[in-house]
């Protein structure tokens, strides 16, 4: 597998990016039941958004994901979005575009993110491969409650 190169989103790589993320978050929902679809997140405005960070991900020349980050003053950040392009699902892209940010980032005190708990790929993901821990549950008792992940980097 060769490595990943990784670029800051910009005007002119934006339309393919949405597009590819749009198909990957789609593509992972398409199998759920009716009842556990949800809205698929946009990356509508994320370039006049300065206190985000999107980030692209190649490999041999193509596009196969991205990212959206909050970096923070306090080095407590936040990952919003991570997504891989399908063709590229379950080829070791999305772990390897994680451990590409932990790299960019070292000076990191914790990282958290957060999932649906229906998407148990996404929950498997986060915790068996990537060290997060879950912490907690944002609104337990709604339909769509979400687990809050967190992995702790610097004490």
């Given at each position: 597998?060769?490595?990943?190169s990784?670029?800051?989103?910009?005007?002119?790589?934006?339309?393919?990016?949405?597009?590819?993320?749009?198909?990957?978050?789609?593509?992972?929902?398409?199998?759920?039941?009716?009842?556990?679809?949800?809205?698929?997140?946009?990356?509508?405005?994320?370039?006049?958004?300065?206190?985000?960070?999107?980030?692209?991900?190649?490999?041999?020349?193509?596009?196969?994901?991205?990212?959206?980050?909050i970096?923070?003053?306090?080095?407590?950040?936040?990952?919003?979005?991570?997504?891989?392009?399908?063709?590229?699902?379950?080829?070791?892209?999305?772990?390897?575009?994680?451990?590409?940010?932990e790299?960019?980032?070292?000076?990191?005190?914790?990282?958290?993110?957060?999932?649906?708990?229906?998407?148990?790929?996404?929950?498997?993901?986060?915790?068996?491969?990537?060290?997060?821990?879950?912490?907690?549950?944002?609104?337990?008792?709604?339909?769509?409650?979400?687990?809050?992940?967190?992995?702790?980097?610097?004490?």
């Amino acid at each position: 597998m060769s490595e990943l190169s990784v670029i800051s989103m910009n005007a002119e790589n934006f339309d393919a990016a949405k597009k590819m993320m749009e198909i990957s978050f789609a593509t992972t929902m398409e199998d759920l039941p009716n009842n556990q679809q949800s809205d698929l997140p946009s990356i509508d405005g994320i370039l006049e958004r300065p206190e985000e960070t999107p980030l692209l991900f190649y490999q041999g020349g193509k596009m196969v994901g991205g990212a959206v980050l909050i970096i923070n003053e306090d080095n407590n950040n936040i990952l919003t979005l991570l997504f891989v392009d399908p063709t590229y699902f379950d080829k070791g892209i999305g772990y390897q575009a994680w451990l590409e940010i932990e790299k960019r980032y070292p000076q990191t005190k914790t990282w958290t993110t957060v999932t649906p708990p229906f998407l148990m790929k996404n929950v498997t993901f986060y915790v068996n491969k990537c060290g997060f821990h879950i912490i907690r549950v944002n609104d337990p008792k709604n339909d769509e409650s979400l687990f809050v992940f967190q992995k702790i980097m610097k004490q």
